[in-house]
């Protein structure tokens, strides 16, 4: 079964920082390029960061260029973001999600069941 | 603000058919894939490409396009496809983007 993980969410001052990871089961996870998606409480989906399958190529939203890095490690089968600076509008559920792609389309398809994170003093 | 316009809420009576619409210039480039989203739980893919259904997803589920503007189409809607829907597409800088969600409710 394919299946994603996400861990290390909770509390955390503003300023603070904090350190999700994402445990990749079920698939060649060193096949895929993988992202981060948020959703604010009652808010919409937010795409924050992809990373490629070999981390060559790394992409941020503008809202969190600078303060948070995406990284993976092929051989623990592992996704992992970095988050320095937290605001309160970081405030989110953090997904991962495993991107696919096709002719003039991706999709992201398993989706992790999400953590919280709550940037509050 | 996103570069993805869905309409925040529809609603369809029960076995009737709903289409949900996305409207972005990406659209004329990129298929939508959109994605259902019941309470408390994680979104989960069910149209992405031209028209495509992940393995378990009902056949009452279908996608289209036609110039800037994504549709996914409901036929027959059933009480348990009450939910949010988001579209997700590409930004002006190839970036993914998710349109604001559409609340569907089943009466």
């Known amino acids: 079964e394919v299946q994603l993980v996400e861990s290390g969410g909770g509390l955390v001052k503003p300023g603070g920082s904090l350190r999700l990871s994402c445990a990749a089961s079920?698939?060649?996870?060193?096949?895929?390029?993988m992202n981060w998606v948020r959703q604010a409480p009652g808010k919409g989906l937010e795409w924050v960061s992809s990373i490629s399958s070999s981390s060559s190529y790394i992409y941020y939203a503008d809202s969190v260029k600078g303060r948070f890095t995406i990284s993976r490690d092929n051989a623990k089968n592992s996704l992992y973001l970095q988050m320095n600076s937290l605001r309160a509008e970081d405030t989110a559920v953090y997904y991962c999600?495993?991107?696919?792609?096709?002719?003039?389309?991706?999709?992201?398809?398993?989706w992790g069941q999400g953590t919280l994170v709550t940037v509050s003093s | 603000s996103s570069e993805l316009t869905q309409d925040p809420a529809v609603s369809v009576a029960l076995g009737q058919t709903v289409r949900i619409t996305c409207q972005g210039d990406s659209l004329r480039s990129y298929y939508a894939s959109w994605y259902q989203q019941k309470p408390g739980q994680a979104p989960v893919l069910v149209i992405y490409g031209k028209n495509n259904r992940p393995s378990g997803i009902p056949d009452r589920f279908s996608g289209s396009s036609s110039g800037n503007t994504a549709s996914l189409t409901i036929t027959g809607a059933q009480a348990e496809d009450e939910a949010d829907y988001y579209c997700?597409?590409?930004?002006?800088?190839?970036?993914?983007?998710f349109g604001g969600g559409t609340k569907l409710t089943v009466l």
């Open positions: 999600a495993r991107d696919s792609s096709g002719w003039q389309a991706n999709w992201f398809d398993p």
């Open positions: 079920g698939f060649t996870f060193s096949s895929y390029s």
């Open positions: 997700n597409s590409r930004d002006s800088s190839g970036n993914p983007v």
